[in-house]
T-cell receptor, first 114, second 115 residues
Framework: KAGVTQTPRYLIKTRGQQVTLSCSPI?????VSWYQQTPGQGLQFLFE???????NKGNFPGRFSGRQFSNSRSEMNVSTLELGDSALYLCASSLLAGVADTQYFGPGTRLTVL | DAKTTQPNSMESNEEEPVHLPCNHSTISGTDYIHWYRQLPSQGPEYVIH???SNVNNRMASLAIAEDRKSSTLILHRATLRDAAVYYC????????????????FGKGTKLSVIP
């Protein structure tokens, strides 16, 4: 079974631009979560989607948004990029969304904002 | 949020057992204890999880204290491939709207394995 895939793997943008990152979960998984990882803040939760509905959102500004499609694929969008948005963006999928479910992470998208 | 406390770093010799401790004194009865690890330049990887009883899988063992206020991840024979940051995480159910099931990562323990 294929793992979680994220595209693109690397991205360079400039301040003020917007970016869309894509995540394809493991086949059959309905929950997709997004995380941001920076050296200073570590791994921080962005949002979680389950069956096309956003179930929870972390403490990030409204410039960060996401969506999930009917095939469970998910995208996240960051508008008006800032230098501080440079980070590794990780997507994780799980079969359901329970507290005992395992989350499977993708390799991440490395975003650099210049 | 329920918090966990882990040592910042630990060292182990190759092929020796490693015991990674985690304190979670504010754990409640419905919180699951999960362990993930992150190898360099990779996304986090699930290791093991448990609720009350000790758990074993092909990767590791999880020993949970009787009062559930602490747990220990046991790697039976450390290899160089086990060098990673290990995160102890409480999966907490919160009831705000549809519920919340995200992973809340702390700083983790950076494990170094010495050949």
């Amino acid at each position: 079974k294929a793992g979680v895939t994220q595209t693109p793997r690397y991205l360079i943008k400039t301040r003020g631009q917007q970016v869309t990152l894509s995540c394809s979960p493991i086949s059959g998984h309905r929950s997709v979560s997004w995380y941001q990882q920076t050296p200073g803040q570590g791994l921080q939760f962005l949002f979680e989607y389950f069956s096309e509905t956003q179930r929870n959102k972390g403490n990030f500004p409204g410039r960060f948004s996401g969506r999930q499609f009917s095939n469970s694929r998910s995208e996240m969008n960051v508008s008006t990029l800032e230098l501080g948005d440079s980070a590794l963006y990780l997507c994780a999928s799980s079969l359901l969304a329970g507290v005992a479910d395992t989350q499977y992470f993708g390799p991440g998208t490395r975003l650099t904002v210049l | 949020d329920a918090k966990t406390t882990q040592p910042n770093s630990m060292e182990s010799n190759e092929e020796e057992p490693v015991h990674l401790p985690c304190n979670h004194s504010t754990i409640s009865g419905t919180d699951y204890i999960h362990w993930y690890r992150q190898l360099p330049s990779q996304g986090p990887e699930y290791v093991i999880h448990g609720l009350t009883s000790n758990v074993n899988n092909r990767m590791a063992s999880l020993a949970i204290a009787e009062d559930r206020k602490s747990s220990t991840l046991i790697l039976h024979r450390a290899t160089l491939r086990d060098a990673a940051v290990y995160y102890c995480i409480l999966r907490v159910v919160t009831y705000s709207g549809a519920g919340s099931y995200q992973l809340t990562f702390g700083k983790g323990t950076k494990l170094s394995v010495i050949p």
